[in-house]
């Protein structure tokens, strides 16, 4: 968790629609990276990090969707670790090195791999559960020039995120080659994401007309969520936070005021929210109890089943001609909740996390359409073999990244 979380409205608040979004990067980055970011390094991360920017789409009165899918792999982590990979190399100042370690499923390694590809000084370690390995290309490789090493763990998620943990804390290794994280545990992933809520407000500030400004979020890990949680604490004018969780409604108990339970995880057409054990959990509990009475009165936590999923990809297709995947339909199913018979006076800004293409039976199921895969998604479909399959321990990750070098 950062140290402090700076007020930095003087960064944001006369910024208007006509802002771009690598100019609102580096504009607000020096003042979250005091001392380490000056504005012109500021303004070289961000124009190396953004060729591509979030997409604000104003429905009618009451919903505006925010789409996060438009960069290099379809799915709103691009933002967060762009940015990291763009920092971490202007850091390193192209004669340092590091060895960014991460615990990855699902499109999270093509995005990193995007992320750090010809990012100098940069090695990035990927680390699979069981399963198959997809969109990586093999030109990346370490072993072919490149700089990325995907390893496969005979064990599930938890057993690569703790064996990165015991990595981290093997400090001879970790010093010998410069290693730090990109999963959710490293700050530097979580905070820039807090960039496109400010950049949805400017976006939507002169066109709220007087209503509650709220913002409804997939939550599973509930990073998106806490950044959410750190733009208001920047700043951002904003009324609420909708924690839209699907049937596992991981922190539905704990943000009504009970106690945090952790239960067998349920399978649902939403997949990337199928989670019982937050690992944003220690994030989300510090500001609940720096501010209670705040936080009681500002998240709002629903959860939404499959049957409404599927009914809300339909109904926002038929009202809007809009597609959703099945995480953003879990937040707008949330939203139409939230406002219920109209009787909140609230502009709803509904966070479309994935594209629609990377769930298109489900899309295809609810709303009758045929789904395109975009060109740039479509190679993320091909299975690739991973440079080293390992028992999950300490010794075996660590001689097959040494056996790289």
């Not at 922190?251 to 399978?267: C, L, M, N, S």
Request: glycine share 8%.
């Amino acid at each position: 968790m950062p140290s402090q979380t700076p007020d930095m409205r003087q960064f944001f608040l006369y910024m208007d629609e006509k802002t771009t979004y690598p100019e609102l990067v580096a504009t607000v980055t020096p003042g979250l990276l005091q001392g380490v970011l000056n504005p012109l390094s500021a303004s070289r991360v961000a124009g190396s990090a953004f060729d591509f920017e979030p997409e604000l789409i104003r429905l009618d009165d009451d919903y505006s969707i925010l789409n996060l899918y438009n960069g290099p792999s379809g799915v709103f982590k691009d933002f967060g670790v762009v940015f990291f990979g763009a920092v971490l190399e202007e850091l390193l100042k192209d004669t340092g090195q590091a060895m960014v370690v991460t615990a990855v499923r699902g499109d999270t390694g093509v995005s990193l791999t995007n992320a750090f590809r010809n990012r100098r000084g940069i090695t990035s370690v990927l680390i699979y559960p069981s399963g198959h390995i997809y969109g990586l290309d093999e030109a990346e490789f370490v072993t072919n020039g490149g700089n990325t090493i995907p390893i496969q763990v005979r064990g599930g998620f938890d057993e690569c995120m703790r064996l990165i943990s015991e990595l981290i804390n093997d400090r001879p290794f970790a010093e010998r080659y410069h290693v730090t994280s990109a999963n959710a545990i490293n700050p530097c992933r979580v905070l820039p994401q807090a960039f496109y809520y400010l950049y949805a407000f400017i976006k939507i500030k002169k066109n709220l007309e007087g209503k509650d400004l709220v913002f409804s979020v997939p939550s599973g890990n509930f990073g998106n969520f806490v950044s959410g949680l750190y733009a208001w604490k920047f700043g951002m004018p904003v009324n609420g936070f909708i924690a839209a969780m699907n049937s596992n409604d991981a922190f539905g108990e704990f943000i009504r005021g009970g106690k945090f339970k952790p239960h067998p995880v349920v399978e649902t057409n939403s997949p990337a929210l199928d989670i019982s054990r937050p690992v944003n959990y220690e994030r989300l509990v510090s500001f609940f109890e720096e501010a209670p009475a705040v936080m009681r009165n500002m998240v709002f936590p629903s959860s939404i089943n499959d049957e409404k999923t599927l009914q809300t990809m339909e109904w926002v297709w038929k009202n809007f001609s809009v597609l959703l995947d099945p995480h953003g339909a879990v937040a707008f199913a949330a939203a139409r909740e939230f406002n219920g018979d109209g009787s909140r006076d609230s502009h709803c800004v509904i966070l479309a996390t994935g594209h629609p293409a990377k769930e298109a039976d489900i899309v295809g199921k609810a709303t009758g359409q045929i789904v395109e895969l975009p060109e740039k998604l479509r190679n993320f479909r091909k299975q690739v073999s991973p440079i080293a399959l390992i028992d999950p321990h300490l010794e075996a990750l660590e001689s097959a990244i040494a056996s790289c070098f």
